[in-house]
């Protein structure tokens, strides 16, 4: 996609120079929740390009930032076996490419 929206703003919104390329977001979720314990898991990703830059030996290095959550929910047994309500991750990260 041509631009996706992060769920956070580390930096007042995209710097000066920012290049605006093509973005990322996905959806997750877990074919068969319902079994094995789990009532419900879902959540997404996204990652779009923040900067890049010719390095001084003619490679590409380019900056992305991005971030990931998920949402699983327990079946009612897996909670009397100790498992918390529901387990949530949510990070935001940045990676690095190089050549």
Known sequence: MGYVELPYDTQGGLPIGAW???SVEARLTLERAGRCGV???????????????L???????????????????????MKKKGY???????????AVRGN
């Open 20 to 22: 605006i390329g093509p």
């Open 39 to 53: 009532k419900y898991a879902s959540g997404g990703f996204k990652t779009r390009p923040l900067w890049k830059k």
């Open 55 to 77: 390095g001084e030996d003619g490679r590409l290095r380019e900056l992305f930032e991005g971030s990931f959550s998920f949402e699983l929910g327990y079946e009612n047994w």
């Open 84 to 94: 918390e309500d529901a387990f949530q991750p949510e990070f935001a990260f940045w």
